[in-house]
């Protein structure tokens, strides 16, 4: 069974740091193009980054570009968020999703539950 | 940036019925180099995360009762159940995965009547 697991969220200061890990089972991890997608309370979904099967390639809205960090660890089927400079519109469900192919240009057929960033004082 | 407009916002119907959701593209997302609409359906239900519903604008992902279908090509594009069951109560979302950034729609929900 395919399964994608997020952890790492929490309550954080504004302009603090935090490091999401997505753990992946289920499938042949280095061979999918993965995603975050964001979703702020009562809010729709916002893509915030992705990145290539080998690691070599990522992608980035410019609400996150400069501020986020999408990387990936094939050996230990883990994906990872750094986030720094965090701002109170940060402030979400943070949910890990593999693409459909390897190909970034593709949707998102698996995605975890997701977990929550508070960025508040 | 592709802006993704879906319409109603919301919309209900009666069990049974058919329920049509409508997503705009600000731009096409039809490649034309392999005739791809890159447009995707995803349904949402309370609590739990997307599910993907359609890709390719018109294939259904394997296991989504053929109930559901998309239809549409370039800007313009449909979600429709044909016959509406108490369990497709949900919120649905159009996305293109055609340009950077991949956009959503502010999505739609579907409630019985």
């Known amino acids: 069974e395919v399964q994608v697991v997020e952890s790492g969220g929490g309550l954080v200061q504004p302009g603090g740091s935090l490091r999401l890990s997505c753990a992946a089972s289920g499938f042949t991890f280095s061979t999918y193009a993965m995603s975050w997608v964001r979703q702020a309370p009562g809010k729709g979904l916002e893509w915030v980054s992705s990145?290539?099967?080998?690691?070599?390639?990522?992608f980035y809205p410019d609400s996150v570009k400069g501020r986020f960090t999408i990387s990936r660890d094939n050996s230990r089927y883990t994906l990872f968020l750094q986030m720094n400079s965090l701002r109170a519109e940060d402030t979400a469900v943070y949910s890990c999703a593999r693409h459909q192919t390897g190909n970034y240009y593709s949707g998102y057929g698996a995605w975890g539950q997701g977990t929550l960033v508070t960025v508040s004082s | 940036d592709i802006v993704m407009t879906q319409s109603p916002d919301s919309l209900a119907v009666s069990l049974g019925e058919r329920a049509t959701i409508n997503c705009k593209s600000s731009?096409?997302?039809?490649?034309?180099?392999?005739?791809?609409?890159?447009l995707a359906w995803y349904q949402q239900k309370p609590g739990q995360p997307p599910k993907l519903l359609i890709h390719w604008a018109s294939t259904r992902e394997s296991g989504v009762p053929d109930r559901f279908s998309g239809s549409g090509s370039g800007t313009d594009f449909t979600l429709t159940i044909s016959s509406l069951q108490a369990e497709d109560v949900a919120v649905y979302y159009c996305q293109q995965y055609y340009g950077t950034p991949q956009t959503f729609g502010q999505g739609t929900k579907v409630e019985i009547k």
């Open positions: 990145i290539s099967p080998s690691g070599d390639v990522t």
């Open positions: 731009q096409s997302v039809l490649y034309n180099s392999n005739n791809k609409n890159y």
